[in-house]
């Protein structure tokens, strides 16, 4: 059974288009993330969720939109798309950090390239 | 917010050989979380030290804790190929809420 799952795996898209990135998880976490690793591996977080409420935002461009319909979904929406955004996209879920940390459940990633 | 930073960037060694790899983190924290990423993959949740404890070992991983260096080591042990993958160590930030990972060690072991 899959923990963190996201689709697509691979995404080639053109500069300008819109384009969306699902996760799903089913571990009963309350938190989930998005982070976006570059060419140099520098894995970096861009938004977290917990129970469908924005908790983090990094300093991301406002093209990018995240939409949580429910505790176990967060979809990552990005529009007017630039070269600088491919990357890999990992979503990852966790219990809700308040009182202590929690290990942090990774999806496979998503590979966007930006031509 | 402080993020991890793992030393060396890169290091190779071969199958049977100790891999030592060093994290130094700035701001007092009361834990710190290993994580392991195989090329093209997600990371994967290794090991989490507190800061009362000062060693931890989980099969052939052995993580050591400094606060007062502010430092962190993770060692494997009698390395298999299998173990080739990138290493980042987390402290966390923001009261907890979230995690900043650094570029890693990449660990390379030949057969």
């Known amino acids: 059974d899959t923990a963190v799952s996201q689709t697509p795996k691979y995404l080639v898209t053109q500069m300008g288009n819109d384009k969306s990135i699902k996760c799903e998880q089913n571990?009963?976490?309350?938190?989930m993330y998005w982070y976006k690793q570059d060419s140099k591996k520098f894995l970096k977080i861009m938004f977290s969720?917990?129970?469908?409420?924005?908790?983090i935002n990094e300093t991301v461009p406002n093209r990018f939109s995240p939409k949580s319909p429910d505790k176990a979904h967060l979809n990552l929406h990005i529009n007017s798309l630039e070269l600088g955004d491919s990357a890999v996209y990992f979503c990852?879920?966790?219990?809700?950090?308040?009182?202590?940390?929690?290990?942090?459940?990774f999806g496979p990633g998503t590979r966007l390239t930006v031509t | 917010s402080q993020q991890g930073e793992e030393d060396p960037q890169a290091l190779s060694i071969q199958e049977g050989e100790n891999a030592t790899m060093n994290c130094s983190y700035k701001?007092?924290?009361?834990?710190l979380q290993w994580y392991r990423q195989n090329s093209g993959r997600g990371l994967v949740h290794l090991i989490l030290?507190?800061?009362?404890?000062r060693e931890k070992h989980s099969g052939r991983l052995r993580v050591t804790l400094d606060t007062s260096k502010k430092s962190s080591s993770l060692l494997i042990t009698a390395s298999r190929a299998a173990d080739t993958a990138s290493y980042f160590c987390?402290?966390?930030?923001?009261?907890?809420?979230?995690?900043?990972f650094g570029t890693g060690t990449r660990l390379l072991v030949s057969p």
């Open positions: 969720y917990n129970n469908k409420e924005l908790i």
């Open positions: 571990l009963g976490h309350d938190t």
């Open positions: 030290i507190r800061s009362n404890e």
């Open positions: 701001t007092s924290i009361n834990n």
């Open positions: 987390a402290p966390p930030n923001t009261g907890f809420q979230k995690l900043v």
């Open positions: 990852a879920s966790s219990l809700l950090p308040q009182s202590d940390t929690y290990e942090q459940y």
